[in-house]
Structure formats: structure tokens, C-alpha cells
């Protein structure tokens, strides 16, 4: 490993910014990309179940430590949005979307991720992305942007509906809402945003659509006053029912925090007995019964929770002046004739931690965003959540590294740059790693914004260094600018971030190419959309069946019977419809030799003999077998000490010195005789001929036409 090259890989391009030009250049284009990164990041937090502001404190020091750490110069990395989804379906299991729990979760994957890929970089184990085939890859990728893009629906039209188990399910609930509730002003801002980025678009690829989108749609919610919203108190809304229902929500919500400490406790003490030496078997399944027991009881209050709020955010509050002049919140029907209406539509949002009541009018901003850099925080390391964030975690760090390096080695091929792989893992683990320590949420290379920086004109890795420092002047004076922001532009710009990824053109060609690749991305695809939010199921079935179906085809290579063509080469005998000899089988076995197909082999070899009574010689043309293992040189030693038996010898020609290696090892080339090894398959055949007689050439179908005899 060159460690100087690991330790500063950014010093290959330093000195390149003496130069005026290679300095405009990538400022310009950092500058450029920030102004796509800066929304996109935001966007795409809000997809991860965070906070909008939470994606620019992912914008801000992963792209420049990727950036000096990795081997790419104009690879962008930030938040994604494949990423993003497989963070969010990751932490949903732990922790309710956007809470304080949830966040550091959130920030404790970013570490394992990083760590992850750290790991492979230094131990140069980049080769083991190779295990998530094009296939698995091309599914998934279909699978997810769809998966995206239906999950922004719920922001599109202005509607909030409660998560199924299933993401199709969810939609379906969105779509079943916005039939009977869509918000007109929320539907018209999304579209708004839509017409702007995409009429850009197609105008000028190089015009900062995403950006035109939210200054617009921002300046709009401002002055038309898109979003109001209001924090009451319980007593302030009038109705009994409503009143029933809070007061339940206060009931179990106390039960449920006694219920969270009772389980804290409980798995304190079933962590406590796996670690002694000697352990009560009795009271270890006892204390494990009590934690699942309360693990049941605390998912029961949580959707007995959620049903309520859903209960509660259905019903439309009207805002009016009672009679001794105090502002109160009527249910339909409730409003008293002496109260002055002052306007209707008010929704409940959300209940906040100290039981006040957060009720809005109109679409939804993104609201007040911290003025400020993000903090130096240690992650908060929880055992029992790392159990469960392990395989999340690998899958995230392998399918971002995937895009990282996909995109990175379209751009090296084009600048003729040289590209580390282990390199690149490094830079993209150490840019988590560092980002979790200033509450980023796993990130990874993008296709889009990679793609614009490579377009406009980017150099070497400053580039991102410029964006970053574009984020954290955004962070430090102009995070006021971005409170009217609609959250419907930002799933207007997720929308059409994901529109790109859904490439069905490309599942054709590998289905025309290899039936078994087709399968592969076909059952990737329908299982990540069916098992979504748990995509990593879909990755993982994906997986084994493509190994599965590699495993299956070198089962049962081609073993080819050769006759001589007309044209004097050995070519297939039943294709061509060739003569054979009957006292000599020539044989060409395509794949390496190993124990999951010694079988098929072997069995080959014993049908020619059954087929051929007169069999003298077995000649096995090696050149299609690149490797051998012991199961293979133990069945080759096996049909060769059969064949001797019934009076067939065995001889091999054209094997590669891979191969002919370890039959010199194994001492395989004493048992059959050195002389039964030829270099040349018509060398094989000349002193076969010999043993048989020289008559028996002439008339052997295997013989060469006259003038082709070597």
C-alpha cells in the first residue's frame, strides 16, 4: 500500500490550482453544484425522516473530506436519495420519524457506515462490491426511485395519512386521501415547481432549474402566506369528542413513557446476565419473555397512539372569537352562535413533547432551520440498536460506494485520470465518518450532481471544497431565507431528481442478453417494491439468486464431443452434425473444475463409454478449464484409475500451466504418465493413432484432410 498516496491522495492535485485557470474553473463549478446541493440536500433529509436542515449538515464536510481522502476529482458526494430512502427504512423500526432518538440513530449509522467503508478501503477488499451484480443493481435501482417518488406523494398533494407495513399499502392511503382531501394551494405549488425546473431543463441543461424552483415557490409562500400555524393549549379546542381523545392520548402517553423506562431497565438486565460466566438458564428466559412482553405492550400504545393523532388531524378546526372575546378552535357543529368566525381549515399537526398542540392552515413550510455550524458531538453508541443497524449499515455502505464509484469511473474514463477503488472507499468512509461527528446522516456519491460538476468544467477535488464552504455560509447568514419554503418543492425536486433512475430499457437488454440476468433484476424489482421499507431484503434475495444462478450454470458446463470439420479444424460433432471414431472420444469441457460440477463430469465421461463399447482412448481437450480444485483433481484421479480398468486410457491436452500446476502438486501427472500430456489436441490424436495402429488413421473420422496433417 503507498501510504503517502492513502494518508494525502489530495496532494496529487494541489499544486494544479497554481494555475488561474484550473482555479476559475473549479470555483465556478463548486459554486454551481452548491446551488443544486443546497435544496437537493434538504429534499432529500425530509426522505430520510429528518429535519430539513439535518441534509445540510450533510452537505457541509462530507463533500470536502470525500473529496481530499478519495481518488476522484469530480466526484460530488453529499445526501442521496437511494441512500436517504434506505436510512429512513433502516430507523423507522427504532424510532418515530424526526425525533430526538431518531436523529441519533440517524447520525450513529452515518458512523457505522463510514467505519464500513473505511474498513474494506484499508484492507483493499473494494472487490467485494462486486458481489451486487449489474443486475441486482439495475432492480433495485428501478425499484427504489419508484419507491421515492410514490413516497413524496403524501407532500404533493397536501395530505398526511399513517404509514402501513408495506409501502404499497401507504400509497394506497395517500392516493385514497388525496381523492377526498388534496390541498389545492399545496397540489398548485408542486406544480408550479415542476413546470420551473423542468421548462429549465429542457431550456438550458446548465441553468439552475432546482434553484429557480425554490426561489420562486419561497417568494410566492411568503407573500401570498402559503403556511399559518398556530400552538394551542388542550382547553383552547371546543368539542367533547376532541377533549376524549386528548385526554386518552395523555393517559397513554404516561403509560407509554413508564412502559419505554420498565423495557430500558429490562434489557440493562438481560445484557447484564449474557455477559456472566455462569448463567441462569431459568432467569435468562424469563427476563428475555419480559422484554419481548413489553416490546408487544409498547408497539400496541405507539399504533393506538398514531390512531388517535390520525383520528385528531381529520377533523377541520374552525378559528373564532367566542363571546367574552377569547380565540378558540370549534369542531364542526360546536360553533356557538354568539362566536365570530375568523377563518376555517385549521388541522392539527403534530402534539409536541410538552403536550401543546401545533395546528396549520394552508401548505407546509420548511420552517425555522438553526442559525449556525453543526456542533463537534460524539454519536450516542447504543448496543442493541448497532445489533440492528449491522446489516442496514453494510448494504448502505455497499450501495452507495456503488454509486459513488459507478459515476466516478464514467468521469475517469472521459479525463484519462487515474481511479483507486479502495482509494475511493476510504475517502467515502472517512467523509461518514467525520460527518457523524458533526450530525450527518449517511451520504455518498451523486450521479446528478457529479454529472454537473464534471459538466462544468470541475478540475481536481477543490471543487468540493468550494461547495462545502458555499453550505456553511448558507448555515451561518442565510438559513432565514429558506423558512418559507415549501415542503411541496421539495418532493417536486426529489421527484424529478428519481425520474432519471427508472431505466426499464436496460432490464430488456439483460433479459435479451441472459435469461438468468433478466430473472435476477426482474425478482430484485418486484421484491424491493413489494418488501419496501425493507429494502435490504430485496438486496440480499437478489444477491443469492444471482450467485445462485452463476452456481447453476458452472454445474453443468458444456461438454462438447468434437469431430473434425470439413474445414479441417474440431468443432462441434452435434452441432455439425460431425462423425465420431469409436475407439476414440475427444472431449472439450468449458469451465473450471470444481466440486459443484466434478459430478456432471464424471458422468459425461461414463456415457461415452456405455455409448461406445470399443472406447480405447478418452482425449480431453483442457483448454477451457482455467482452475481446478481438490474435488476436481480427486474425480479426474478417479475416471482415470476407471478407465485403466476397462482398458481406456486417458489423456489431456492444451492445459494451462494454472492447471497443470496443481496436478504437478498432487502428483496426478505420475499416475496417468507424463507422456499422456500433450500441448496440442492433434498430438493427443497422433499417438493414439500410433497405439491403435497406423491403419486406423486413414480411416479414423477424427484424421485430418490430406495437406492439413501436421
Not at 484550473?22 to 430520510?48: E, F, H, K, N, W
Not at 400555524?229 to 367533547?240: D, F, I, N, S, W
Not at 447504543?382 to 455502505?397: G, R
Not at 477543490?462 to 455560509?473: E, G
Request: charge should be positive; include cysteine; hydrophobic fraction near 50%.
Amino acid at each position: 500500500m503507498n501510504w503517502p498516496h492513502t494518508l494525502a491522495p489530495f496532494l496529487d492535485w494541489l499544486g494544479e490550482l497554481r494555475s488561474l485557470a484550473t482555479l476559475r474553473a473549479d470555483l465556478i463549478a463548486g459554486v454551481t453544484v452548491a446551488l443544486v446541493l443546497i435544496p437537493q440536500s434538504m429534499a432529500y433529509a425530509q426522505l430520510a425522516g429528518l429535519p430539513a436542515y439535518y441534509g445540510l449538515y450533510a452537505a457541509f464536510l462530507p463533500p470536502l473530506v470525500a473529496a481530499l481522502m478519495g481518488s476522484s476529482r469530480q466526484l460530488a458526494t453529499g445526501p442521496v436519495a437511494v441512500v436517504s430512502l434506505m436510512t429512513a427504512a433502516a430507523l423507522e423500526p427504532l424510532a418515530a420519524g424526526g425525533s430526538e432518538g431518531y436523529v441519533a440513530y440517524a447520525v450513529l449509522l452515518a458512523l457505522m457506515v463510514g467505519l464500513f467503508q473505511l474498513a474494506l478501503g484499508l484492507l483493499r477488499l473494494g472487490v467485494l462490491v462486486n458481489f451486487l451484480s449489474h443486475p441486482v443493481v439495475l432492480g433495485f435501482t428501478n425499484a427504489a426511485a419508484i419507491i421515492i417518488a410514490t413516497s413524496q406523494l403524501g407532500k404533493i398533494f397536501g395530505v398526511e395519512v399513517e404509514k402501513a407495513e408495506q409501502h404499497y399499502l401507504t400509497v394506497w392511503r395517500v392516493l385514497q386521501a388525496a381523492a377526498q382531501q388534496t390541498h389545492l394551494p399545496t397540489l398548485l405549488m408542486a406544480l408550479l415547481a415542476f413546470a420551473v425546473m423542468y421548462g429549465l431543463q429542457r431550456l438550458n441543461p446548465r441553468l439552475p432549474g432546482v434553484l429557480a424552483a425554490v426561489v420562486i415557490t419561497s417568494l410566492l409562500s411568503w407573500g401570498l402566506g402559503f403556511s399559518e400555524q398556530r400552538r394551542v393549549t388542550p382547553g383552547e379546542l371546543v368539542g367533547k369528542e376532541v377533549q376524549r381523545i386528548l385526554d386518552e392520548r395523555q393517559r397513554l402517553s404516561a403509560r407509554l413513557t413508564r412502559l419505554v423506562q420498565e423495557l430500558a431497565v429490562a434489557q440493562q438486565r438481560l445484557r447484564t446476565l449474557r455477559r456472566q460466566d455462569a448463567v441462569d438458564e431459568q432467569l435468562l428466559l424469563e427476563t428475555r419473555h419480559t422484554v419481548d412482553l413489553l416490546r408487544l405492550q409498547r408497539e400496541r400504545l405507539q399504533k393506538t397512539l398514531a390512531a388517535d393523532l390520525k383520528e385528531l388531524r381529520a377533523v377541520p378546526f374552525t378559528l373564532a372569537e367566542d363571546g367574552e372575546g377569547r380565540l378558540r378552535l370549534y369542531m364542526p357543529g360546536h360553533l356557538p352562535p354568539a362566536a365570530q368566525p375568523r377563518s376555517d381549515g385549521w388541522r392539527l399537526h403534530d402534539i409536541d413533547a410538552e403536550g401543546g398542540l401545533r395546528l396549520r392552515r394552508g401548505g407546509h413550510v420548511v420552517g425555522g432551520i438553526p442559525s449556525g455550524l453543526p456542533s463537534l458531538r460524539l454519536p450516542r453508541f447504543d448496543w442493541d440498536a448497532i445489533l440492528q443497524l449491522l446489516s442496514a449499515a453494510a448494504t448502505i455502505a455497499l450501495i452507495g460506494f456503488m454509486e459513488a464509484i459507478a459515476i466516478a469511473k464514467s468521469m475517469a474514463t472521459r479525463t484519462k485520470q487515474h481511479l483507486d477503488a479502495n482509494q475511493e472507499l476510504i475517502g467515502q468512509g472517512l467523509g461518514n465518518i467525520v460527518g457523524s461527528l458533526f450530525q450527518s446522516y449517511p451520504t455518498a456519491g451523486s450521479f446528478s450532481r457529479s454529472a454537473i460538476n464534471f459538466r462544468s468544467g470541475a478540475v481536481t477535488g477543490f471543487s468540493s471544497v468550494v461547495t462545502s464552504l458555499m453550505v456553511m455560509v448558507v448555515l451561518l447568514w442565510l438559513t432565514p431565507l429558506l423558512y418559507h419554503l415549501p415542503q411541496a418543492t421539495l418532493a417536486a425536486v426529489i421527484m424529478l431528481a428519481v425520474f432519471g433512475l427508472v431505466r426499464i430499457a436496460p432490464m430488456r437488454y439483460a433479459w435479451k442478453v441472459d435469461r438468468h440476468d433478466g430473472l435476477v433484476a426482474l425478482v430484485t424489482f418486484v421484491l424491493t417494491l413489494l418488501l419496501a421499507p425493507h429494502l435490504d431484503q430485496g438486496i440480499i434475495v437478489g444477491v443469492l439468486l444471482s450467485l445462485g444462478l452463476y452456481l447453476y450454470r458452472t454445474m453443468q458446463p458444456r461438454v462438447v464431443v468434437l469431430g473434425r470439420h470439413a474445414d479441417g479444424n474440431l468443432r462441434d460433432a452435434e452441432l455439425h452434425r460431425l462423425p465420431t471414431c469409436e475407439n476414440i472420444a475427444l472431449l472439450r469441457f468449458d469451465g473450471s473444475l470444481y466440486f459443484a460440477n466434478t459430478g456432471y463430469f464424471e458422468d459425461k465421461v461414463r456415457e461415452k463409454l456405455t455409448k461406445k463399447p470399443a472406447l480405447r482412448f478418452v482425449i480431453v481437450d483442457a483448454e477451457g478449464i482455467n482452475q481446478i480444485d481438490a474435488s476436481g483433481e480427486e474425480m479426474l484421479r478417479q475416471v482415470a484409475e476407471q478407465l485403466r480398468e476397462t482398458g481406456v486410457v486417458l489423456l489431456l491436452s492444451r492445459v494451462k500451466r494454472q492447471v497443470l500446476e496443481v496436478l504437478e502438486r498432487s502428483g496426478f501427472l505420475d499416475l496417468i504418465g507424463r507422456e499422456h500430456i500433450f500441448r496440442r489436441t492433434e498430438h493427443a490424436l497422433e499417438h493414439a493413432w500410433r497405439q491403435l495402429g497406423e491403419d486406423h488413421r486413414e480411416s479414423c473420422p477424427l484424421a485430418p484432410p490430406a495437406g492439413r496433417r501436421d
